[in-house]
Protein backbone atom coordinates (compact mmCIF):
# COMPACT_ATOMS: atom_id res chain seq x y z
CA UNK A 1 0.00 0.00 0.00
CA UNK A 2 1.38 3.30 -1.13
CA UNK A 3 1.04 6.66 0.94
CA UNK A 4 0.81 10.42 0.22
CA UNK A 5 4.00 12.60 0.06
CA UNK A 6 5.47 15.50 -1.36
CA UNK A 7 8.30 16.16 -3.71
CA UNK A 8 10.14 18.99 -5.14
CA UNK A 9 9.75 20.48 -8.91
CA UNK A 10 12.24 21.85 -10.59
CA UNK A 11 10.83 25.52 -10.00
CA UNK A 12 11.74 24.69 -5.69
CA UNK A 13 7.70 24.29 -5.18
CA UNK A 14 6.32 20.70 -4.03
CA UNK A 15 3.88 18.95 -5.76
CA UNK A 16 1.47 15.87 -3.27
CA UNK A 17 1.58 12.40 -4.75
CA UNK A 18 0.62 8.79 -4.44
CA UNK A 19 4.41 6.78 -3.45
CA UNK A 20 3.66 3.37 -4.10
CA UNK A 21 7.47 2.16 -3.32
CA UNK A 22 8.68 -1.47 -4.67
CA UNK A 23 12.01 -1.23 -2.61
CA UNK A 24 15.68 -0.11 -3.12
CA UNK A 25 16.25 -0.94 -6.61
CA UNK A 26 13.52 -0.72 -8.85
CA UNK A 27 12.64 1.16 -11.34
CA UNK A 28 10.74 3.88 -11.40
CA UNK A 29 7.11 5.00 -13.17
CA UNK A 30 5.41 8.18 -13.13
CA UNK A 31 1.50 7.47 -13.01
CA UNK A 32 -0.45 10.34 -14.76
CA UNK A 33 -4.11 10.93 -13.38
CA UNK A 34 -7.39 10.61 -15.46
CA UNK A 35 -8.93 14.14 -15.77
CA UNK A 36 -11.42 13.57 -12.88
CA UNK A 37 -7.87 13.49 -10.35
CA UNK A 38 -6.25 11.62 -7.80
CA UNK A 39 -8.75 9.23 -7.71
CA UNK A 40 -8.34 6.13 -5.58
CA UNK A 41 -8.59 3.97 -8.97
CA UNK A 42 -5.48 5.65 -9.72
CA UNK A 43 -3.79 5.40 -6.48
CA UNK A 44 -4.83 1.38 -6.78
CA UNK A 45 -3.01 1.09 -9.94
CA UNK A 46 0.24 2.68 -8.52
CA UNK A 47 -0.23 -0.26 -5.70
CA UNK A 48 -0.60 -2.74 -8.05
CA UNK A 49 2.39 -1.44 -10.20
CA UNK A 50 4.56 -1.84 -7.14
CA UNK A 51 3.43 -5.57 -6.36
CA UNK A 52 5.26 -6.96 -9.86
CA UNK A 53 8.48 -4.55 -8.97
CA UNK A 54 7.97 -0.68 -10.35
CA UNK A 55 7.94 1.82 -7.81
CA UNK A 56 5.07 4.12 -9.29
CA UNK A 57 4.56 8.09 -8.04
CA UNK A 58 1.00 9.48 -9.03
CA UNK A 59 1.37 13.19 -9.42
CA UNK A 60 -1.67 15.01 -7.88
CA UNK A 61 -2.02 17.39 -10.71
CA UNK A 62 -5.43 19.11 -9.00
CA UNK A 63 -3.92 19.30 -5.84
CA UNK A 64 -6.42 17.42 -4.13
CA UNK A 65 -9.51 18.34 -6.14
CA UNK A 66 -11.61 15.34 -6.81
CA UNK A 67 -13.94 16.12 -9.99
CA UNK A 68 -17.90 14.91 -8.88
CA UNK A 69 -19.24 14.61 -12.58
CA UNK A 70 -17.90 15.13 -16.47
CA UNK A 71 -18.74 18.96 -16.34
CA UNK A 72 -16.14 19.64 -13.47
CA UNK A 73 -13.63 17.54 -15.03
CA UNK A 74 -13.88 19.20 -18.25
CA UNK A 75 -13.52 22.21 -16.29
CA UNK A 76 -10.51 21.21 -14.13
CA UNK A 77 -8.47 19.72 -17.46
CA UNK A 78 -9.28 22.53 -19.36
CA UNK A 79 -7.86 25.05 -16.33
CA UNK A 80 -4.22 22.65 -15.80
CA UNK A 81 -1.34 24.24 -16.94
CA UNK A 82 -0.34 21.54 -18.99
CA UNK A 83 2.91 23.19 -19.60
CA UNK A 84 3.38 23.74 -16.18
CA UNK A 85 2.50 20.13 -15.22
CA UNK A 86 4.93 18.91 -17.96
CA UNK A 87 7.71 20.92 -17.55
CA UNK A 88 7.21 21.11 -13.61
CA UNK A 89 5.34 18.09 -11.82
CA UNK A 90 5.96 15.55 -14.30
CA UNK A 91 9.73 16.43 -14.80
CA UNK A 92 10.18 16.89 -10.94
CA UNK A 93 8.03 13.18 -10.28
CA UNK A 94 10.77 11.39 -12.40
CA UNK A 95 13.41 13.58 -10.63
CA UNK A 96 11.81 12.62 -7.11
CA UNK A 97 12.05 8.43 -9.07
CA UNK A 98 15.71 9.15 -9.67
CA UNK A 99 16.54 10.35 -6.29
CA UNK A 100 15.22 7.05 -4.99
CA UNK A 101 16.95 5.23 -6.56
CA UNK A 102 15.09 4.47 -9.95
CA UNK A 103 18.17 3.67 -12.40
CA UNK A 104 15.13 4.28 -15.18
CA UNK A 105 11.76 5.69 -15.12
CA UNK A 106 8.99 5.57 -17.22
CA UNK A 107 5.66 7.41 -17.57
CA UNK A 108 2.36 6.04 -18.16
CA UNK A 109 -1.32 7.58 -18.22
CA UNK A 110 -4.84 7.41 -18.68
CA UNK A 111 -7.39 10.19 -20.96
CA UNK A 112 -5.78 13.10 -19.77
CA UNK A 113 -2.88 11.59 -18.18
CA UNK A 114 -2.43 9.88 -21.50
CA UNK A 115 -2.26 13.16 -23.71
CA UNK A 116 0.34 14.30 -20.74
CA UNK A 117 2.32 10.81 -21.01
CA UNK A 118 3.51 11.89 -25.14
CA UNK A 119 3.83 15.81 -23.21
CA UNK A 120 5.88 13.93 -20.87
CA UNK A 121 7.98 11.76 -23.48
CA UNK A 122 8.41 14.77 -25.85
CA UNK A 123 9.39 17.12 -22.86
CA UNK A 124 10.73 15.23 -20.37
CA UNK A 125 14.57 13.69 -21.58
CA UNK A 126 14.84 11.30 -18.42
CA UNK A 127 12.37 8.64 -19.18
CA UNK A 128 13.00 5.66 -20.76
CA UNK A 129 9.65 4.18 -22.01
CA UNK A 130 6.19 5.66 -22.38
CA UNK A 131 2.90 4.09 -22.32
CA UNK A 132 -0.65 5.78 -23.49
CA UNK A 133 -4.04 5.42 -22.57
CA UNK A 134 -6.52 6.78 -24.98
CA UNK A 135 -4.98 10.43 -24.65
CA UNK A 136 -3.09 12.28 -27.30
CA UNK A 137 -2.31 16.41 -26.68
CA UNK A 138 -2.52 18.78 -29.11
CA UNK A 139 0.84 18.51 -31.62
CA UNK A 140 1.87 22.01 -31.16
CA UNK A 141 2.22 21.41 -27.11
CA UNK A 142 4.02 17.91 -28.07
CA UNK A 143 4.31 16.89 -31.49
CA UNK A 144 4.79 12.93 -31.55
CA UNK A 145 7.16 13.04 -34.32
CA UNK A 146 9.45 14.41 -31.27
CA UNK A 147 8.75 11.75 -28.77
CA UNK A 148 12.28 10.29 -28.05
CA UNK A 149 11.72 6.90 -26.16
CA UNK A 150 10.39 3.48 -26.97
CA UNK A 151 6.11 4.11 -26.81
CA UNK A 152 3.32 1.94 -26.47
CA UNK A 153 -0.67 3.33 -27.20
CA UNK A 154 -3.56 1.75 -26.16
CA UNK A 155 -6.57 3.12 -28.00
CA UNK A 156 -10.30 2.60 -28.58
CA UNK A 157 -12.03 2.00 -31.87
CA UNK A 158 -15.40 3.65 -30.62
CA UNK A 159 -13.35 6.72 -28.62
CA UNK A 160 -15.01 10.23 -30.13
CA UNK A 161 -13.10 12.31 -27.91
CA UNK A 162 -9.42 10.52 -28.81
CA UNK A 163 -10.73 9.22 -32.32
CA UNK A 164 -9.43 6.52 -34.59
CA UNK A 165 -8.30 9.44 -36.88
CA UNK A 166 -6.29 11.19 -34.44
CA UNK A 167 -4.96 8.09 -33.56
CA UNK A 168 -3.75 7.16 -37.38
CA UNK A 169 -2.44 10.78 -37.61
CA UNK A 170 -0.10 10.07 -34.25
CA UNK A 171 1.03 7.60 -35.60
CA UNK A 172 1.75 8.75 -38.99
CA UNK A 173 3.94 11.57 -37.48
CA UNK A 174 5.58 9.21 -35.67
CA UNK A 175 6.20 6.73 -38.71
CA UNK A 176 7.49 9.89 -40.68
CA UNK A 177 10.19 10.61 -38.21
CA UNK A 178 11.34 7.07 -38.29
CA UNK A 179 9.39 6.18 -35.32
CA UNK A 180 8.16 2.73 -34.37
CA UNK A 181 5.67 3.12 -31.87
CA UNK A 182 3.42 0.00 -30.83
CA UNK A 183 0.17 1.11 -30.98
CA UNK A 184 -3.02 -1.33 -30.53
CA UNK A 185 -6.66 -0.15 -30.83
CA UNK A 186 -9.22 -2.09 -28.79
CA UNK A 187 -12.77 -2.74 -30.08
CA UNK A 188 -14.32 -0.84 -27.33
CA UNK A 189 -14.72 2.36 -25.39
CA UNK A 190 -12.56 5.31 -24.32
CA UNK A 191 -11.69 4.71 -20.96
CA UNK A 192 -12.01 1.14 -21.55
CA UNK A 193 -9.46 0.11 -18.56
CA UNK A 194 -11.28 1.96 -15.69
CA UNK A 195 -12.75 -0.38 -13.89
CA UNK A 196 -15.35 1.74 -11.28
CA UNK A 197 -16.89 2.79 -14.73
CA UNK A 198 -19.34 0.04 -15.79
CA UNK A 199 -20.75 1.46 -18.42
CA UNK A 200 -17.43 1.75 -20.25
CA UNK A 201 -15.10 -1.11 -18.82
CA UNK A 202 -14.34 -3.96 -20.97
CA UNK A 203 -12.73 -6.23 -18.97
CA UNK A 204 -11.04 -8.22 -21.76
CA UNK A 205 -9.20 -5.17 -23.50
CA UNK A 206 -8.08 -4.16 -20.17
CA UNK A 207 -6.26 -7.33 -18.86
CA UNK A 208 -5.08 -7.45 -22.54
CA UNK A 209 -4.01 -4.11 -22.75
CA UNK A 210 -2.38 -4.32 -18.89
CA UNK A 211 -0.64 -7.77 -19.58
CA UNK A 212 0.52 -5.66 -22.95
CA UNK A 213 1.81 -2.58 -20.43
CA UNK A 214 3.81 -4.45 -17.98
CA UNK A 215 5.46 -6.58 -20.72
CA UNK A 216 6.67 -3.34 -22.07
CA UNK A 217 8.38 -1.65 -19.10
CA UNK A 218 9.58 -4.66 -17.45
CA UNK A 219 11.24 -4.89 -21.26
CA UNK A 220 12.51 -1.26 -21.16
CA UNK A 221 12.97 -0.32 -17.46
CA UNK A 222 15.08 -3.45 -16.77
Known amino acids: MGQMIDFSRPDGGTTPAWL ?28 RLAEVGI ?37 GAANHLRQLGAAKVGVMGYCMGGALTIATA ?5 VSAAVCYYGIPPAEFADPARIHTPFLGHFATRDDWCTPEKVQDLKQRMNAAGLHPEIHMYEADHAFSNVTR ?11 AWD ?11
Open 122 to 126: VHVPT
Open 212 to 222: RSLAFLKQHLA
Open 55 to 91: TTLAPDLYRGRIAADGDEASHLMNNLDFGDATHQDLQ
Open 198 to 208: PEVYDEKAAQL
Open 20 to 47: ASAGPGAPGLVLIQEWWGLKPHIKNIAD
